[in-house]
């Protein structure tokens, strides 16, 4: 995973003009960002077993995250609405 950009949490921004039917690289980075959030809040009151569940949970989503920054970044079929605007690409805005 060294060769994929971060995935910065806090430069992630849903798009309020996208088509919602799709699921747009920009939504799924969206989507991703808040269940990170979630799971890293959950993370500060968890101990025992809840706590490996959350840990494992985190790791997996933020693996994720990752690839679709990487996916996004090299997506050569996405066009003007489908381009992910996020972290890791020139699209940023």
């Known amino acids: 995973m060294a060769d994929r950009p971060n995935f910065d ?3 992630v921004v849903r798009e309020e003009e996208e088509d919602h039917d799709l699921l747009t ?3 799924s980075s969206a989507r991703l960002a808040e269940e990170i959030k979630f ?3 959950a993370l500060e009151n ?4 809840e706590r490996a569940t959350f840990e494992h949970r985190l790791r997996q989503l933020t693996e994720a995250a990752g690839r679709n920054t ?11 609405f ?11 805005h």
């Not at 990487?70 to 003007?80: C, I, K, P, V």
């Open 9 to 11: 949490l806090d430069s």
């Open 46 to 49: 968890a101990s025992g077993d």
């Open 70 to 80: 990487h996916w996004s970044a090299s997506d050569t079929n996405a066009s003007s």
């Open 82 to 92: 489908l381009a992910y605007r996020g972290p890791g690409t020139s699209l940023e």
């Open 39 to 41: 799971v890293q809040d």
């Open 25 to 27: 690289y920009n939504e």
